[in-house]
Nanobody
Framework: QVQLVESGGGLVQAGGSLRLSCVASGRSFSTYVMAWFRQGPGKERERVARISWNGGSADYAGSVKGRFTISRDNTKNTVYLQMDSLKPDDTAVYYC????????????WGQGTQVTVSS
């Protein structure tokens, strides 16, 4: 079983930056595809970024491309989301998620961390 714990959320002004971290328990972290999702007030959950098991590839939602960067450190069982040039529309609860490479559904979720961007 994989447990995920996010941290790094908070209140920031528009144009500012935050870095989210997600630490995973368990020995299989390096085999999982990792992703960050978010759900803003009154909005559906969307996948923000995804990174392959070895960090070799990543992809982003169009709304964050060029501003957010996902990375991982398999020696620390940690995935990061660097968020720059934040906008009020980025306000949301951000969730870390993990799935095995041979499935398409994210099986493990963190509890979420709140990011609030003020204008």
């Amino acid at each position: 079983q994989v447990q995920l714990v996010e941290s790094g959320g908070g209140l920031v002004q528009a144009g500012g930056s935050l870095r989210l971290s997600c630490v995973a328990s368990g020995r299989s972290f390096s085999t999982y595809v990792m992703a960050w999702f978010r759900q803003g007030p009154g909005k559906e959950r969307e996948r923000v970024a995804r990174i392959s098991w070895n960090g070799g590839s990543a992809d982003y939602a169009g709304s964050v491309k060029g501003r957010f960067t996902i990375s991982r450190d398999n020696t620390k069982n940690t995935v990061y989301l660097q968020m720059d040039s934040l906008k009020p529309d980025d306000t949301a609860v951000y969730y870390c998620a993990a799935r095995r490479r041979d499935v398409t559904t994210y099986e493990h979720w963190g509890q979420g961390t709140q990011v609030t961007v003020s204008s």
